[in-house]
Nanobody, 125 residues
Framework: VQLQASGGGLVEPGGSLRLSCESSDSDFHKYTMGWFRQAPGKEREFLTQITWSGRFKQYADSVKGRFTVSRDNDAKSVYLQMESLKPEDTAVYFC???????????????????WGQGTLVTVSS
């Protein structure tokens, strides 16, 4: 399974970005997907997960109310709409697939695999 994240870039504080993650997996519609980020020298941080149908979403406190996760199973893609960006949001952003179908991935990176290369988001004036 390959995951290709895109949409990162340089944005000013208070700005917005929309990240996309496209999967090569024909069973994409069976899996919870998660978004994580990793800043230099830090561990990979959970941001959000969205279940296979899109019915359940969970957010980390650090992004709740600012980030919105969505998915399009026909396009085999998951999205992360980011608003009110802060300098501390600067990181490489990754999407991951839950280890098993029809299960939650959880809020730990160990619950996901097939990360892909990530996309860099830089929030700076």
């Amino acid at each position: 399974v390959q995951l290709q994240a895109s949409g990162g870039g340089l944005v000013e504080p208070g700005g917005s970005l929309r990240l996309s993650c496209e999967s090569s997996d024909s069973d994409f519609h069976k899996y919870t997907m998660g978004w994580f980020r990793q800043a230099p020298g830090k561990e990979r941080e959970f941001l959000t997960q969205i279940t296979w149908s899109g019915r359940f979403k969970q957010y980390a406190d650090s992004v709740k109310g600012r980030f919105t996760v969505s998915r399009d199973n026909d396009a085999k893609s998951v999205y992360l709409q980011m608003e009110s960006l802060k300098p501390e949001d600067t990181a490489v952003y990754f999407c991951g697939r839950a280890l098993n179908p029809y299960t939650y991935g959880g809020d730990s990176a160990g619950g996901y695999n097939s990360w892909g290369q990530g996309t860099l988001v830089t929030v700076s004036s």
